[in-house]
């Protein structure tokens, strides 16, 4: 029995078709493609090149480190193995491929190939997706993949060192409290609360 | 066979105080913990992290949630201090009706953890079950605690500001912390809209203002449940378990679970305890002239209801049928915030540990609203962070500078409310259900009645007018429900009283049966009053112990 006889079988037991067999069955003839967050949870090398660039578009180097330097889609993967549902895994996994796919729609190459305004335009669209499609969805329906990505953005780069540092201001061990002090536009805000 | 002059179970902010007071009188003390040794300095493993350290930033894993059902539920499940609670699957209860128990099984149990908000009680609250005609009325007034209340602060160092206010008795304060800027102004404005008769104050809590012998002062790095290196807060770690320890008196027993107080009928007196060790199941006795039940509210009513049971079946106290009853909780999660505009040249330094607290104005001093008792609200101001809501940003370099800015100043308070004592809001044993040791597990039945919805919908409305009569803007408030324990305040199992028919505990906090067996953590509470409880628990115990010593050179116990 081979891996199409499997699957059939496994359709036939349960009485209907499998969704993404036809993908899956797919990949046993052609070549195999590489299918972002495609390993699961255990994220490739691959993975994590993608989702910091991904990342490195929502939070650029500007006078401070991007969110590439700060490592983000590494912190995205152990995030989303170790704290995440396995509904909300399948739909961020699922979210990498999606997102690489509108890109290709829209700029006819994969993400990584893309040029940088080509990234930020296709993100900036994204980005108005998911707030069109969180603001409508009922409070139990799942959040969109890319409010995911964008959050742990954020949650992760000024969290992280180069962050917390230098894009806001760090103080470990304050040693005092001063209700009233004077603030002027441009200075940084404080890291931690 | 070992025998001490006294026994502690329990070793959180009661327990330590009992621990201490009892060996500096030069009682040899054995304190018995029901889970690890949690070493000062050197167990508190993640407080000297950088945020950037945590592999998770701060959230739990899916397994740690798998791990503790019960306060994965609550704002308490992070990752720096999940090990710190108790690991839910291991010890299950019943509930009958939604509850949250929070339970820290280690060495300093919530002293740890605790929210360190440290208030007195005023006669308001010691006379208020007597002039409402409600449950039965306290044995003591606030005299009789008074010089303990000194006496505690003066140890554990508590900072605040004096008042003079009659419903909030002024203590032994270290210097208050400061309010911000906004703080400031909408404590004058309310000043102003309500006349002087309400108050915004400072909050007043058990961080150090001021270094005291073998404890640095408070360094405002605001992440005191992870365990303070410096010492900077109370804790029985940083504490009462040195000054304890210091007399040579006392042997700590991790590990611990205290399964019975052992009872003699004809003396009528307890002689000592049964442990299971929690890591071998290996069962001691140690043996004892003075018990003190520290194990927290609803666990210092476990184990008296598994004690002496060929006795009273419902165990040692139940004989006014009142053990395990009149659970009590403050209940909260009902508040208002908005938005201060005007002070955005503004900012503070240093993360300060405290917030404010608006003193409880209902129902006294010719208040009087259609429910008993009052509350009083937490919170305070301070300016939005990276985690703000930019709704009209999307993405890229623009986003980055705005958040790398402080964002707008938001004002927020939260009431916390007296719950009043009633004897069906109970807990019983679930002999049906064991936890990992083979022990039964309790079985929660309490919930909010008429008196405290009616609070609640007032403590809503009170909370936005007050905000509005501030400036505060673009307001919101809420009531999200409260299940009870969801206060961290639970208390009442065995009540004070001065009748045995009515209640567990006398004037003293002695069993009425078994006048050598002292229970003076939250348990003992005949009703809640609306402040955080645990500066009076510390007061009732240093008053308990200094009664019991005494009463043992006189040989009365």
Known sequence: MNRRDALTRVGLILGGTIVGAELFLSGCTNPPATVLGGAGTNFTNDDIAFLDEVAETILPATDSPGAKEAKVGTFMTVIVRDCYTEADQKIFLQGMQKLNDACKQKNGKVYLDSTPDQRHDLLVALDKEQKDYMAAKKKEDPSHYFRMMKELTLWGYFTSEPGATKALRYVAIPGKYQGCIDYKKGEKAWATS | METYDAIVIGSGISGGWAAKELTEKGLRTIMLERGRNYEHIKDYKTANKNPWDFEHRGKVTQQELKDHPYIGRTWGATE????????????????????????????????????????????????????????????????????????????????????????????????????????????????????????????????????????????????CWEGCPFGGYFSTQSSTLPAAVATGKLTVRPYSIVTRILYDKDKKKATGVEVVDAETNLTYTFYAKVIFVNASALNSAWVLMNSATDIWPGGLGSSSGELGHNIMDHHYNVGASGVMEGYEDKYYYGRRANGIYIVRFANFFGDKRDYLRGFGYQGGASREGWQRNVAEMSIGAGLKETLTEPGQWTVGITGFGELLPYHENKITLDKDTKDKWGLPVLSMDAELKDNEKKMRKDM??????????????????WDNGHHVGDGIHEMGSARMGNDPKTSVLNAHNQVWDATNVFVTDGACMTSSACQNPSLTYMALTARAADFAVTELKKGNI
């Open chain 2, 80 to 223: 720096a201090v999940i090990d710190s609670w108790a690991k839910d699957v291991d010890c299950p209860y019943t509930e009958v009706k939604p509850f949250n128990w929070w339970r820290s099984y280690q060495l300093g149990g919530r002293s740890i953890l605790w929210g360190r908000q440290s208030y007195r009680w005023s006669d308001l609250d010691f006379e208020a079950n007597a002039r409402d005609g409600w449950a039965i009325d306290w044995p003591i007034r606030y005299k009789d605690l008074e010089p303990w209340y000194d006496h505690v602060e003066r140890f554990a160092g508590v900072n605040g500001s004096k008042e003079g206010l009659a419903q909030l008795p002024d203590g032994h304060f270290l210097p208050p912390m400061e309010m911000n800027w906004v703080e400031k102004d909408v404590a004058a404005r309310i000043k102003e809209r309500y006349k002087g008769q309400r108050h915004m104050i400072i909050g007043r809590s058990a961080n150090l203002t001021a270094p005291i012998p073998g404890r640095t002062q408070c360094q405002f790095r605001n992440r």
């Open chain 2, 460 to 477: 809503q409305e009170e909370a936005k007018a007050m905000l509005e009569a501030a400036g505060v803007t673009q307001l919101r408030s």
